[in-house]
């Protein structure tokens, strides 16, 4: 392990895995932010991943959560009779990064122009529709001119 870090590498296959002088912590609603304490500062990201999290569900049967004196959220653990600052839903957490469109739609072969084209607003503009087999491209040999291999032209809307 010494080896790993010696070459810069984490000692641990996990992405989730904090950083050292970081904590995991969770706001009264249940969102986690997380701590550094070398530099005094907080954060929605997780600071490997860049990933935003959530808590999910309730608390197990038998925690309850209060806040302290400083406002600060800290669960009680009444089967066991102790309390921590450690929310126990954390090892439960999911993603809450919105989902970003796809920047490249595929489609099958039997995918048509018009599949693809259908509800979009193309009013003034010129479509430029290829095949998986064609394409266009810029020719070196021919002083940059455009070879057109395979293509269909269309003006939508005026």
Same mark, same amino acid.
């Given at each position: 392990?010494?080896?790993?870090? $010696? ?11 904090l ?11 249940? @969102?986690?932010? $997380? ?5 005094? =500062? ?8 860049? =990933? ?8 197990? $049967?038998? @925690? ?10 800290? *669960?009680? /653990?009444? %089967?066991? =009779?102790?309390?921590? $600052? ?8 999911? /993603? ?5 469109p ?5 489609? /099958?072969s !039997? ?10 607003? *193309? ?15 810029? !020719?070196? !040999?021919?002083?940059?001119? %455009?070879?057109?291999y !395979? ?6 809307? =005026?």
């Open positions: 392990m010494a080896a790993l870090r $010696y070459a810069g590498l984490d000692d641990t296959d996990s992405e989730d895995e950083p050292p002088g970081w904590e995991e912590r969770t706001t009264k609603d249940g @969102w986690v932010y $997380y701590a550094n304490h070398t530099e005094e =500062k907080t954060q929605w990201e997780h600071p490997k991943t860049g =990933k935003r999290k959530r808590v999910a569900g309730d608390l197990p $049967y038998g @925690w309850e959560q209060e806040t302290d004196e400083n406002g600060q959220v800290f *669960f009680v /653990d009444h %089967i066991n =009779k102790r309390t921590t $600052y450690l929310d126990p839903r954390l090892a439960f957490t999911v /993603d809450d990064n919105p989902t970003k796809a920047t490249r739609q595929r489609y /099958d !039997s995918t048509t122009a018009m599949d693809i084209l259908q509800g979009r607003d *193309f009013t003034g503009k010129v479509v430029v529709v290829t095949g998986a087999n064609s394409g266009i491209a810029l !020719s070196p !040999s021919k002083g940059g001119e %455009i070879n057109i !395979s293509w269909h032209l269309c003006a939508i809307g =005026k």
